[in-house]
């Protein structure tokens, strides 16, 4: 089994960035497709981008595209989200995820396991 540690989360303005980590431990995450999603009190938890095993292709919610970008460093186990131009709607807490199942670059959360502890973003106004 995998275990994800998430960070790099904090309190900015809008338009500032932001790059959030996803350390690996347990298994080698160049095996996995990986994802990210985000979540606020009382919504269900939300697709925001993820990487493909083969070819590092990355995947986005509509939401973020052009803004995000989904990368990773299979030397140091890790997946990262490069966040730009925030936006006060981009505030929830970010998790990480490994894809167990469903198909190629799936985006639905229940494909997705080994979820983190998650790292809270907040953009001001």
């Known amino acids: 089994q995998v275990q994800l540690v998430e960070s790099g989360g904090g309190l900015v303005q809008t338009g500032d960035s932001l790059r959030l980590s996803c350390a690996a431990s347990?298994?080698?995450?160049?095996?996995?497709?990986m994802g990210w999603f985000r979540q606020t009190p009382g919504k269900e938890r939300e697709f925001v981008g993820g990487?493909?095993?083969?070819?590092?292709?990355?995947y986005y919610a509509d939401s973020v595209k052009g803004r995000f970008t989904v990368s990773r460093d299979n030397a140091k186990n890790t997946v990262y989200l490069q966040m730009n131009s925030l936006k006060p709607e981009d505030t929830a807490v970010y998790y990480c995820?490994?894809?167990?199942?469903?198909?190629?670059?799936?985006?639905?959360?229940?494909?997705?396991?080994?979820w983190g502890q998650g790292t809270q973003v907040i953009v001001s106004s």
């Open positions: 995820a490994v894809q167990y199942q469903g198909s190629y670059g799936s985006s639905w959360y229940r494909d997705f396991g080994s």
């Open positions: 990487i493909v095993r083969s070819l590092n292709n990355a």
């Open positions: 347990g298994r080698t995450i160049s095996n996995y497709h």
